[in-house]
């Protein structure tokens, strides 16, 4: 087995910061569930995961977050600077920390375009997220609502992530078939893809088409390291070197106690590792130096 490596600088590309006790963790999400947050009482993904982590009344999620960071050798972390209450305001005070991503809904058409452009102007986003499933109406990944926000992506060269495959919730999957992925690459070459949250039961496909397309990139959200599809591990493994990039999902569902301890168990070649811990994320982030 090939050793994991603990002097790697990692960067995590997609974390959520921790509520506090009193404030229910399925708040948190709420304002990306949309219509289909109903249950207030409960996740809509708690059959999936364990409890996350939680803070004591009166804790600073921030510097919480950023000694858990410093824990796991975590040097800078992806954050929504919109849905997570949180997230802005890391941004702006730990810039060298934490970098800024946006959701967007292509169904409210040039308002979703403009919010992008506001979000880069004022808080230098990174990236852009979509959840084609969780919206509401839902949106297919090649739906022509969605042109409009990849042209803006490739127009101001950020990465999108999107939430490919059955998703967690209890909601329909077709948004989300990776095969849609096919032409959305094909009509957009620049712009770089990366698949989030499994892809599965279409992983096989998923990397075919990462052969495929120069620009389309698998990062494993939502999954704990030993549930890594193997279909993917032996990609990185192989061709895929650049294309797969670690994301924990801390604290959605996930806690990096549990990632880390499983991560070790992956069979990664040595020269994979520092690729999928950081210099994958910081290349399609455009944060290369």
């Known amino acids: 087995m090939c050793s994991f490596p603990r002097d790697v600088d990692v960067v995590d590309t997609m974390i959520w910061f921790p509520a506090v006790k009193s ?12 219509q289909h947050a109903t249950d207030a009482a409960a996740s809509p993904v708690s059959y ?7 803070l004591p009344d009166g804790s600073d999620p921030i510097a919480c977050t950023i ?13 929504d600077v919109d849905l997570d209450p949180a997230g802005a305001a890391a941004l702006a005070r730990h810039p060298d920390r934490f970098i ?27 990236g852009v997220s979509l959840a084609p499933a969780m919206l509401s109406p839902q949106v297919p990944i090649d739906d022509r ?6 042209a803006k992506c490739v127009e101001l060269d950020l990465p999108v992530f999107i939430t490919v495959g059955v998703p967690g919730p209890r909601v329909p999957m077709a948004p989300q078939r990776v095969e849609l992925l096919d032409e959305v690459c094909w009509f957009f070459p620049e712009l770089r893809i990366v698949m989030r949250h499994g892809a599965e039961p279409w992983d096989d496909l998923a990397v075919k088409l990462m052969l495929k397309w120069p620009n389309l990139y698998y990062s494993t959200s939502a999954f704990a390291p030993k549930r890594y599809p ?15 990039m670690f994301a924990g999902y801390y604290s959605a569902g996930l806690t990096w106690e549990r990632i880390f301890a499983e991560l070790a168990d992956v069979p990664f070649r040595d020269e994979v590792w520092p690729r999928f811990l950081r210099d994958n994320a910081l290349r399609v982030l455009g944060l290369e130096t």
């Open 23 to 34: 404030a229910p963790r399925y708040e948190m999400l709420q304002g990306a569930l949309g």
């Open 48 to 54: 999936l995961f364990r409890d996350g982590p939680s």
């Open 67 to 79: 000694e858990k960071m410093d824990t796991f050798n975590i040097g800078r972390a992806v954050v």
């Open 100 to 126: 800024g991503s946006v959701a967007v809904d292509p169904n409210h058409g040039m308002d979703a375009v403009r919010k992008i452009e506001a979000m880069h102007r004022e808080l230098g986003i990174r």
């Open 145 to 150: 609502r969605m042109y409009p926000v990849y």
């Open 230 to 244: 193997r279909s993917i591990v032996e990609y990185a493994n192989t061709r895929g070197a650049d294309k797969v």
